[in-house]
């Protein structure tokens, strides 16, 4: 299948600090471009991957489950980590939770994460549906797009397919039970107006996490997708700022690069 315009994976070359960008649950890298746009600017090796099963058509995702979407940005950190000195994962909403579990899982190999809006729980009665509702109903009504900002669009399914959110589910309660390990300086930014993650799930991670370098910030003016909402500028300065002072070599290596 055609990938959706502006929802292709992203990749830039650039100096020894690495970002990975996790897009979010049936959204696409289009979500987070601009972000890794802005951070290839500063001189940074950038790897924005187009998760399996999103990006094309709902029924493709139908048959994708989170093993296919974690192995993705699995993969994709271990090519930075080959050849970076310092990776960073960044990610939005399921997005950051596919972050939170990298962290867990590869330790020191990620340098820092920065979370916005981050997903850890699927909330409702419907979730408590899913195991059966899943056998007798294909999809539900999308959760693409929630954007203050008028005129901003994400790309994204206008359906859910529910055998992919029973997967979804499934994940978060294997990576709220691994929150523990998380050990990396960590900056997670969330808006009060979300309509698709409320803030108990930002709250929950920050209680669950072992990392003792947390900085909290509220994006006022931004729904879910704050990457492309009036927040998107606060995000991104905001997660340059951090790397510069975990890696102090990125201002030195933006100036080369003209950024």
């Not at 972000?35 to 187009?50: D, Q």
């Not at 094309?56 to 090519?79: C, I, K, N, P, S």
């Not at 994962?89 to 579990?101: D, N, T």
């Not at 954007?147 to 589910?169: C, F, N, T």
Request: aromatic share 6%; hydrophobic share 40%.
């Amino acid at each position: 299948m055609p990938v959706l315009p502006g929802a292709e994976p992203y990749r830039r070359e650039g100096g020894e600090v690495g970002v990975l960008l996790c897009h979010g649950f049936t959204g696409s890298p289009q979500s987070l471009r601009p972000w890794a746009e802005y951070l290839a600017e500063r001189g940074l090796t950038v790897s924005l991957p187009l998760l399996p099963g999103h990006g094309t058509r709902w029924e493709d995702m139908a048959v994708t489950g989170w093993q296919d979407w974690y192995a993705e940005v699995d993969r994709e950190l271990r090519a930075l980590t080959a050849r970076c000195t310092q990776v960073f994962v960044f990610g939005l909403s399921m997005g950051g939770a596919l972050s939170l579990r990298l962290a867990a899982k590869h330790g020191d190999a990620v340098s820092g994460l920065v979370l916005v809006n981050p997903a850890n729980k699927v909330h409702g009665l419907s979730a408590y549906a899913l195991p059966v509702a899943r056998h007798l109903v294909r999809t539900t009504k999308g959760i693409a797009s929630d954007i203050a900002k008028p005129g901003s669009e994400e790309v994204g399914y206008d359906r859910v397919p529910l055998h992919a959110a029973h997967s979804l589910r499934r994940f978060f309660q294997l990576v709220d039970g691994e929150l523990p390990q998380v050990t990396q300086p960590l900056v997670l930014l969330h808006s009060p107006q979300d309509h698709v993650v409320p803030p108990a799930d930002s709250a929950r991670i920050l209680s669950r996490v072992s990392s003792t370098d947390v900085t909290e910030i509220l994006l006022e003016q931004s729904y879910h997708v704050a990457t492309l909402d009036h927040d998107a500028d606060r995000i991104f300065e905001e997660s340059y700022a951090f790397i510069g002072r975990l890696a102090p070599s990125v201002g030195k290596e933006g100036t080369a690069a003209g950024g």
